[in-house]
């Protein structure tokens, strides 16, 4: 299996330049056949990177607005159906090199659902944390290392409750994240416990409301 290899340092975008002072934030979003929510573009936006764990279908969930992050992701079983040309051009697997580790990305729809999280683990062990997709519901298994993050389906179909994404915090010293997920009454986030210890399956409660772009860390 070819993995495409890339350092957070050389993607281009000025606003890595911000990120050299504290943590690199990695949006994580994956299964949006097509634009991302709305809802979710005013804090995926402000990210240094964006992380597509496949299933894009539509160059435009790739577009960044209002700055200018650099933007990565990986093919889905979706994006080239046999016989059908490979407009997007992406990769099946990625390597991140950020601050105190490397990220792993992939679709994931190789792997049974039975069996995904303890194959990703073995396949990729070099990894810190390995994002995936596919399965369109939210998954954060810190039980072991290397961890296994799929951010649900973050457009406007099979979102399993609403339209949902994560955001890594990198730093050198330890990694961080948040969980977003579209409600009716807006968005709303909630953090994740800091030691490396538990598993969320789904959409955890109860959770506070979205701090806004403007306070996020």
């Not at 990120?19 to 005013?42: F, K, N, Q, S």
């Not at 709303?188 to 860390?217: H, I, N, T």
């Amino acid at each position: 299996m070819e993995i495409h290899c890339i350092d957070w340092r050389e993607l281009a975008g000025d606003a890595l330049q911000g990120a050299r002072a504290g943590a690199v934030r990695v949006g994580l979003i994956a299964d949006t056949h097509g634009p991302v929510a709305e809802a979710l573009r005013g804090v995926l936006d402000r990210c240094h990177i964006l992380v597509h764990a496949g299933d894009v279908l539509d160059a435009r969930a790739l577009a960044c607005r209002g700055r200018n992050h650099a933007v990565v992701a990986v093919r889905g079983n979706n994006d080239r159906p046999a016989g059908a040309p490979d407009t997007l051009g992406l990769s099946d697997v990625l390597e991140l090199a950020l601050p105190g580790g490397r990220l792993v990305v992939i679709h994931g729809d190789r792997y049974p659902a039975a069996v995904r999280v303890a194959r990703l683990r073995r396949d990729f062990p070099q990894a810190r944390a390995i994002v995936c997709g596919h399965s369109h519901r939210m998954l954060v298994d810190c039980t072991a290392h290397p961890w296994v993050l799929n951010p649900g389906a973050a457009g406007r179909v099979r979102t399993d409750g609403g339209a949902s994404a994560l955001i890594l915090f990198a730093w050198e010293t330890g990694w961080r994240q948040l969980g977003l997920r579209v409600h009716p009454d807006g968005l709303r986030a909630w953090r994740f416990p800091a030691a490396a210890a538990g598993c969320v399956d789904g959409f955890p409660g109860p959770v506070r409301p979205d701090p806004g772009p403007d306070r996020l860390p």
